[in-house]
């Protein structure tokens, strides 16, 4: 059984930073890894994919500020973000695929964390 589970999330003031973390119970390299969202009332949406070949694609709303990389020796996969606005609250997953290039398409993704809430208030 493959488990994800994030950590890192929180209240925090527009303008500030938060690391989300998420732990995986099987090795992350290797293996497209990506960070969703949530907003109140939307759809999930693709923030930024790992490739299994190191590559990162973000999605246009969080180029610049957020960064995507893993850490091999500890199957975790981190999501930096800076600069952070209202407009980025929402509840943020951890997914994880096989084999493949970076890709913010949810249907690519067969492992899916709970979830983690990140609210930014102005």
């Known amino acids: 059984q493959v488990q994800l589970v994030e950590s890192g999330g929180g209240s925090v003031q527009a303008g500030g930073s938060l690391t989300l973390s998420c732990a995986s119970s099987?090795?992350?390299?290797?293996?497209?890894m990506g960070w969703f969202r949530q907003p109140p009332g939307k759809n999930r949406e693709g923030v930024a994919s790992l490739g299994a070949d190191g590559s990162t694609i973000y999605a246009d709303a969080v180029k610049g500020r957020f960064t995507i990389s893993g850490e091999d020796d500890k199957n975790t996969l981190y999501l930096h973000m800076t600069a952070l606005k209202p407009e980025d609250t929402a509840q943020y997953y951890c997914?994880?695929?096989?084999?493949?290039?970076?890709?913010?398409?949810?249907?690519?993704?067969?492992?899916w964390g709970q979830g983690i809430q990140v609210t930014v208030s102005s």
């Open positions: 099987i090795p992350i390299s290797r293996r497209r």
């Open positions: 997914a994880a695929s096989g084999l493949g290039p970076p890709t913010l398409s949810s249907e690519r993704y067969g492992f």
